[in-house]
T-cell receptor
Framework: KAGVTQTPRYLIKTRGQQVTLSCSPI?????VSWYQQTPGQGLQFLFE???????NKGNFPGRFSGRQFSNSRSEMNVSTLELGDSALYLC???????????FGPGTRLLVL | GEDVEQSLFLSVREGDSSVINCTYT??????LYWYKQEPGAGLQLLTY?????DMKQDQRLTVLLNKKDKHLSLRIADTQTGDSAIYFC?????????????FGAGTRLFVKA
């Protein structure tokens, strides 16, 4: 099976802009989770989507949003970018009896 | 509340064994995981253990689970320079929204040649 793919891999934006990141899960997986990873804060959970519905949510401001399509592909959007949004954004798709998470390579976002 | 704690750094010599420790708080955890992250990459699932097991061995990796103390460890035998990475411990428990996975902050393993 193909693994989790994320696009784009690298992105440079300026403050105030908005950005959309994409994640394609492993075939058959219906759950997609998003994480933000920074050197200072570590791995932080953003939200999880299951069958097109947000099932769990972390403690991030409303500027961070996501959605999931009927084919389980997911997008996350960050509006009004801030310098502190510079991070590695990781997507994980889940499957199996305990919904084990499998991660994509990440999208590295730099906000200038 | 739910929490997973790990020490931040570990340094070993090449050829020695590495032991990375983790403690968790949720007694209803079903699976416990170890992930490896190399620089600039995503997290790679290394191994996992079901909560009713005490030990799991997979080649150079040995996972030990002490459910009474809520303590999980990962032993890497014959540690190589290619094992240098960040290792994340994670627990998964069922909640009303399905399963929820909590990650530790990661242990950075340095392997000295």
């Amino acid at each position: 099976k193909a693994g989790v793919t994320q696009t784009p891999r690298y992105l440079i934006k300026t403050r105030g802009q908005q950005v959309t990141l994409s994640c394609s899960p492993i075939s058959g997986h219906r759950s997609v989770s998003w994480y933000q990873q920074t050197p200072g804060q570590g791995l932080q959970f953003l939200f999880e989507y299951f069958s097109e519905t947000q099932r769990n949510k972390g403690n991030f401001p409303g500027r961070f949003s996501g959605r999931q399509f009927s084919n389980s592909r997911s997008e996350m959007n960050v509006s009004t970018l801030e310098l502190g949004d510079s991070a590695l954004y990781l997507c994980a798709s889940s499957g199996g009896p305990a919904e084990t998470q499998y991660f994509g390579p990440g999208t590295r976002l730099l906000v200038l | 509340g739910e929490d997973v704690e790990q020490s931040l750094f570990l340094s070993v010599r090449e050829g020695d064994s590495s032991v990375i420790n983790c403690t968790y708080t949720d007694s209803s955890s079903t699976y416990l995981y170890w992930y490896k992250q190399e620089p600039g990459a995503g997290l790679q699932l290394l191994t996992y253990i079901f909560s009713n097991m005490d030990m799991k061995q997979d080649q150079r990796l040995t996972v030990l689970l002490n459910k009474k103390d809520k303590h999980l460890s990962l032993r890497i035998a014959d540690t190589q320079t290619g094992d240098s990475a960040i290792y994340f411990c994670a627990e998964t428990a069922r909640n009303t929204g399905g399963f929820k996975t909590i990650f530790g902050a990661g242990t950075r393993l340095f392997v000295k040649a």
